[in-house]
């Protein structure tokens, strides 16, 4: 069941990145929600596991001094959720983060994970895409930022070389300040579901125009995506419900859907559309500006 041939803890991050250079069939485990799942389902066989559960520094979420929030690689969505300076900052993250799954799987799953998974369905992932996050990723040699954008590479493969642990996720003041947001969970069944589409957006306002708006979806193709077309059109635009309609429509433009069995493209194309839409006017109010009807 769980074909396990091998396991060792790692109290440090460089403890941990020397481990994996010695070793470089150690497979890395964090919460183990998807890991365990794999296991079980005969995905993955004979592992070699290093956990990084007692490297109590990846759990920590603080404000750098230039403002960047610094979210660890182990933190639980149960303390995304509960985090204050999440809360106060970024809320669209703890917005995502109680979606995820019910309260047993919060408790134990980390973000860190959810990113490394590379599932397009991952909850954190399209507020991640919309913020601009990088990732800190470190090997005993090296350490280099990469946006999360860049990440992905399709589905289930993400850019982590050999030796690479994902540390920290970065968020720079510039994507956050000034910005309200909204995040969308379109599931077939309000209790524990993976998403039919996840919906991000944030804006920032100059008065009643669109300064800038930002928009990420997930499960709208085969990784997390940002919708380009839409962001560039609407600098400038009036805050209105025509300009909101037709960032929703050219949202669809940069979509990637398939048909699979939770849902058809034509009906995740129509979600994109009316999801983006509710999104934004919901993130318009939270930057400041006036309920549009």
Known sequence: ???????????????????????????LIAGGTD???????????????????KIKSLAE??????????????????????????????????????????????????????????????D????????NAQLKLVSQQSERLVPIREFY????????????????IHISP????GFGGQYIKFAMREAMDIATLAVSVVCKLHGKTFEEVRIG???????????????????????????VAEIGKLAVNSAKA??????SKDYREHLVEELVQRALKTAIVNAGGEQLV
């Open 153 to 168: 590479l399709g589905p289930g493969r993400v850019a982590l070389k050999p030796g690479e642990i994902l540390t920290e």
């Open 174 to 177: 510039a994507d956050y300040q």
């Open 1 to 27: 069941m769980y074909d396990i041939i091998g396991y060792c803890e790692a109290e440090t991050v460089s403890e941990a990145t020397a481990l994996l250079a010695q070793n470089p069939n150690l497979r």
């Open 124 to 131: 954190s992932a399209s507020s991640l895409f919309a913020l």
């Open 258 to 263: 398939r048909t699979s069995w939770r849902a």
């Open 61 to 122: 979420i603080r404000k750098a001094e230039d403002g960047t929030v610094v979210i660890g690689a182990m933190a639980t969505f149960t303390k995304v959720f509960n985090d204050p300076i999440l809360r106060e900052v970024i809320p669209i993250l703890t917005e995502a983060a109680i979606s995820m799954g019910g309260p047993q799987i919060r408790n134990i799953a980390t973000i860190g994970g959810n990113v490394c998974n590379g599932a397009t369905s991952a």
């Open 217 to 243: 979806l997930g499960v709208a193709g085969p990784t997390p995506l940002r919708c380009l077309e839409a962001e560039v059109y609407a600098p400038g635009k009036d805050v209105s419900v025509e300009s």
């Open 35 to 53: 890991v365990l799942i794999k296991m079980h389902g005969g995905q993955i066989e004979a592992v070699e596991l290093l956990s990084l559960r």
